[in-house]
């Protein structure tokens, strides 16, 4: 980002405001209403002038505007068209070039040097606003972004950057700050206050900056914007930041106190550390490397890690020339006199130097203080829960409305046939004594009435659900248990037929498979003659769950039986016998050539023969 210009005032809400001024002083004349006394017709007013707004910028010709009981039951009428709207609007309208210049002369280019103006936002469909911003750089405008979601869009993918649960492509985002930010703090040399401007305006952020103070007890440094007037809120103040812990050098002179200031990639100005600079004389056989560890941990503390290597050397030297008010540089005078005045000592002793990090206290302005913090979270908190047990108040009394309007549907369709017609009577009323209920005296009730209220309800509605639902599954559940029967039979009858498949199965369990499908049978037969005979209206003589058992436990006895695998025929076994003379006979005829084709293949016949011997034995 090179530069930013803006006018925090002028935008869409400004033109709606210029027809809605325009409609309450003619309404007002010809309707005698006083439309800014009703907050209500106000803001209806509001919607209404904006739909208005972007139909001028695609009509030219005269537009009505209708409001049916606007106010007082009164409807309202009107025109408007574009010519008229930016005649009133003109003032506005000369506003649109004053921060383009601005942001032109900020960036330091030519119109020339500009590819291509997008604009984006929804007022930019305006017709007047998207000519002057034309004529201005003197190149159409392109609208390749959508005007009302690009800085949603955009937000997201910052977002999105940010988070580490997205993957996204590399972006890389210098951003800049809009308004230039300045420290104050007291001058001991100058006995009053003394300021520099740490980031300019339009400055890359994030970046950070070391600067050097020379001190000898703690010191405040108070962060505040350069330019008010620009500012778009009265108060330029950002934060006081308190550096504690500051002490002199044993020796008693200032003590070097650095500290790094930051704005972050969000645009947040703050004094992210200080640190104290302590100077310790040593004897000569002190080793040199511990001097060059700190000065390395010096130099970690002026470069960020953040930034990259062009800025890491800008920061250096802003934090040199910038940084450093008078008094820091006669601190530093003196200091190099002490060095030029001691030159024996400081071959006889080496000086070794160390960093602390010292404390830092915030005093941010616009910061909500802890206390008030702490009790608005409270409060946040209680709402939360409040909504949480309204919703749950709500889901109760939706559960009971939903159950009455379901219940009364089924009882005339599905469910008839499963309840009386007395006790389908005064369901029927029951559930209409509780609709009424509902919109009546129970509409703002706690959530226990209404979870009492449809528990009451389901007492009476669930067993003729319970009805229905065995009939449902009760014919598929005999169904399953009459198959299993038969294909138990099946196998019994091939059995008998001596087929081989089942010649294997001992006669014992055959006769025990038989026993129990046949018993299945009569307990399936009889239960479907007593529940043909009793009525729907009734609870049923047997359950599908209790079928589904009877099934379970008929598998469990006939099914090791049925399923009973074949042993196996060893017949690999017989076929080896007449080959164990094989070997010797081949062996005798060693001159046939026939013989000597044959022992490739037929020698390995004994060696496996032999191996096997003993399991045959065995067996």
């Not at 330029?236 to 003590?255: N, R, W």
Request: proline fraction near 5%; hydrophobic fraction near 35%.
């Amino acid at each position: 980002v090179l530069a930013t210009a803006f006018d925090t005032t002028l935008g869409g809400r400004k033109f709606d405001e210029m027809l809605v001024e325009y409609f309450c002083e003619e309404f007002g004349k010809k309707y005698k209403l006083d439309i800014k006394s009703k907050i209500r017709a106000l803001l209806r007013l509001y919607q209404e002038c904006e739909k208005l707004k972007k139909l001028m910028s695609a009509n030219a010709s005269d537009l009505p505007m209708n409001i049916e009981c606007f106010m007082n039951d009164i409807d309202v009428s009107g025109t408007m068209n574009r010519s008229k709207f930016l005649e009133m609007c003109d003032g506005l309208l000369a506003r649109v070039e004053a921060p383009l210049r601005s942001v032109l002369e900020q960036a330091k280019l030519k119109k020339e040097d500009i590819y291509a103006v997008e604009i984006v936002g929804g007022t930019t469909r305006i017709p007047a606003v998207k000519e002057k911003i034309s004529k201005f750089f003197g190149k159409e405008v392109s609208t390749t972004l959508n005007a009302d979601e690009a800085v949603a869009r955009g937000c997201a993918l910052q977002c999105a950057i940010l988070s580490p649960a997205f993957k996204v492509r590399e972006f890389s985002i210098t951003d800049l700050i809009p308004y230039p930010i300045s420290l104050r703090w007291n001058s001991p040399a100058e006995e009053g206050l003394s300021d520099c401007e740490v980031f300019p305006k339009n400055h890359a952020a994030p970046f950070s900056k070391v600067l050097t103070f020379y001190r000898k007890e703690p010191f405040t440094l108070e962060a505040y914007y350069s330019s008010p007037k620009e500012l778009p809120y009265p108060d330029p103040a950002i934060a006081h930041f308190l550096v504690q812990k500051v002490t002199p050098q044993t020796d008693g002179s200032s003590s070097k106190v650095k500290v790094k200031v930051r704005v972050n990639i969000h645009g947040i100005f703050s004094v992210s550390s200080a640190s104290l600079v302590e100077v310790h004389k040593s004897d000569e056989n002190e080793e040199p490397m511990e001097t060059d560890q700190h000065a390395k941990e010096e130099e970690k503390m002026q470069v960020d890690q953040e930034e990259q290597q062009k800025a890491e050397e800008q920061q250096q030297t802003q934090a040199e020339n910038k940084a450093e008010s008078e008094e820091m540089e006669t601190s530093q005078g003196d200091s190099k006199d002490k060095k030029v005045d001691q030159p024996p000592q400081a071959k006889k002793a080496k000086v070794k130097t160390t960093t602390v990090d010292l404390p830092i206290e915030n005093q941010l302005v616009w910061q909500i203080g802890k206390d008030m913090l702490n009790l608005f979270i409270e409060n946040e908190g209680k709402m939360i829960m409040q909504d949480k047990l309204e919703k749950e108040r709500n889901d109760a009394k939706n559960a009971v409305e939903e159950y009455v309007y379901d219940m009364r549907d089924k009882l005339c369709s599905i469910y008839e046939k499963f309840v009386s017609e007395d006790d389908r009577n005064s369901f029927t009323l029951k559930l209409e004594d509780t609709e009424n209920w509902l919109y009546e005296d129970g509409e703002d009730q706690p959530k226990q009435i209404y979870i009492d209220k449809l528990t009451e309800l389901k007492a009476l509605g669930q067993p003729i659900q319970a009805r229905f639902q065995e009939s449902e599954e009760r014919p598929k559940a005999f169904e399953d248990l009459g198959k299993h029967i038969q294909q138990y039979m099946k196998t019994v009858h091939a059995f008998k037929a001596k087929d081989e498949q089942y010649d294997h199965l001992d006669e014992a369990d055959v006769a025990k498979v038989e026993k129990s499908a046949n018993e299945a049978m009569e307990w399936m037969n009889n239960k479907l003659n007593l529940q043909n005979k009793r009525s729907l209206t009734l609870d049923p003589v047997i359950k599908a769950k209790d079928i589904q058992a009877k099934t379970k436990e008929l598998t469990s006895i006939c099914n090791p039986i049925v399923t009973k695998p074949k042993p196996k025929v060893e017949l690999p076994k017989e076929e080896q016998k007449p080959t164990e003379p094989n070997g010797p006979v081949e062996g005798q005829g060693d001159g046939s050539s026939g013989s000597q084709t044959a022992d490739p293949s037929t020698a390995p016949a004994p060696a496996a023969t032999e191996k096997k011997l003993p399991e045959m034995d065995i067996d």
